[in-house]
Nanobody, 119 residues
Framework: QVQLVESGGGLVQAGGSLRLSCAAS????????MGWSRQAPGKQRELVAT???????SYVDSVKGRFTISRDNALNTVYLQMNSLKPEDTAVYYC?????????????WGQGTQVTVSS
């Protein structure tokens, strides 16, 4: 069973920075893509950033230029560096991984880590 364990959330003032980590129980290169999503109270879960097996990165428009996704293959860890944080970034952040096998998508999720940005 794949396990994804997030860490690094917390309380920060607007304009501050946080770095989230997601440690996987298996080689992250065994996944077709990994990423971060977030869910604010009363809102749907939103895909924030992804990184493909080949290293291609994508971001939702609201975080472009502020957030950076990266990975350390040796540590089986994916990171989300969040700079210039805004109160609207407040949410539970979830790490996820996707593996495609035989044309079927297998998605795995972490338990989430709370990020709170105060104004």
């Amino acid at each position: 069973q794949v396990q994804l364990v997030e860490s690094g959330g917390g309380l920060v003032q607007a304009g501050g920075s946080l770095r989230l980590s997601c440690a996987a129980s298996e080689s992250i290169l065994s996944f077709n893509a990994m990423g971060w999503s977030r869910q604010a109270p009363g809102k749907q879960r939103e895909l924030v950033a992804t990184i493909s097996w080949g290293g291609s990165k994508s971001y939702v428009d609201s975080v472009k230029g502020r957030f950076t996704i990266s990975r350390d293959n040796a540590l089986n860890t994916v990171y989300l560096q969040m700079n210039s944080l805004k109160p609207e970034d407040t949410a539970v952040y979830y790490c996820h991984a996707r593996r495609v096998v035989g044309g079927l998508d297998y998605d795995y999720w972490g338990q989430g880590t709370q990020v709170t940005v105060s104004s």
